[in-house]
């Protein structure tokens, strides 16, 4: 079974540029998960999909990022204009929602520099 | 709010040997799941182990087993027989209902 693809692995940036990252989740998989990880910190979910619809976005910076996932498969997201503070690895993860204890599967992540 | 916290940034251990890293939460839910994750250089993350909040017993996978200890919010991980390999970042979560919530992890050093 392939796991949750995720491109590109690495992107730099300058700030106030625009960058889009994609993952496409494991297949079968309706929910997909985009997780920001700062370096010497836990992931920190952004936005959470149930095919293609949104669950919970609380945590996404609406005025700067933005997320679709508009055929319930792969997903895109996308940060405009970026901020120095946007540095990070983004991970994507999806979860089939029936299993019992719905385990998350992470992709390899973006790692994000903007200078 | 749901917290996670680990208060070992940073743990070593000899090949071989035993180590035992920390974490605690904080919740007022009664039923929800606890998650240990590994996360290599590489940067993927991968479950290591799992603990229903309901069940009473300890989970063990292989060389690696909980402490549960829900009265307490205590969910510690123990690696036994130490190998290279398990060095990495290692990260404690909750996830009730379905949103996981990551503590700040603890990089685990082996030692030949």
């Known amino acids: 079974e392939a796991g949750v693809a995720q491109s590109p692995r690495y992107k730099i940036i300058e700030k106030r540029q625009s960058v889009a990252f994609w993952c496409n989740p494991i297949?079968?998989?309706?929910?997909l998960y985009w997780y920001q990880q700062i370096l010497g910190q836990g992931p920190k979910l952004l936005i959470q999909?149930?095919?293609?619809?949104?669950?919970?976005d609380s945590q996404l910076p609406k005025d700067r990022f933005s997320a679709e996932r508009l055929k319930g498969v792969d997903s895109t997201l996308k940060i405009q204009p970026a901020k120095l503070e946007d540095s990070a690895v983004y991970l994507c993860?999806?979860?089939?929602?029936?299993?019992?204890?719905?385990?998350?599967?992470f992709g390899p992540g973006t790692r994000l520099t903007v200078t | 709010a749901q917290t996670v916290t680990q208060s070992q940034p940073e743990m070593s251990v000899q090949e071989a040997e035993t180590v035992t890293l920390s974490c605690t939460y904080d919740?007022?839910?009664?039923?929800?799941?606890l998650f240990w994750y590994k996360q290599p250089p590489s940067r993927q993350m991968i479950l290591v182990i799992r603990?229903?909040?309901?069940?009473?017993q300890n989970a063990t996978e292989n060389r690696f087993s909980v402490n549960f200890q829900k009265a307490a919010k205590s969910f510690s991980l123990k690696i036994s027989d130490s190998q290279l390999g398990d060095a990495a970042m290692y990260f404690c979560?909750?996830?009730?209902?379905?949103?996981?919530?990551f503590g700040t992890g603890t990089r685990l050093q082996v030692f030949p």
């Open positions: 297949s079968g998989h309706a929910t």
């Open positions: 919740t007022s839910e009664s039923d929800y799941y």
């Open positions: 979560a909750y996830r009730s209902p379905w949103k996981l919530i």
């Open positions: 999909f149930q095919n293609n619809g949104v669950v919970d």
């Open positions: 603990q229903e909040a309901y069940k009473q």
């Open positions: 993860a999806s979860s089939n929602t029936s299993g019992p204890s719905y385990e998350q599967y």
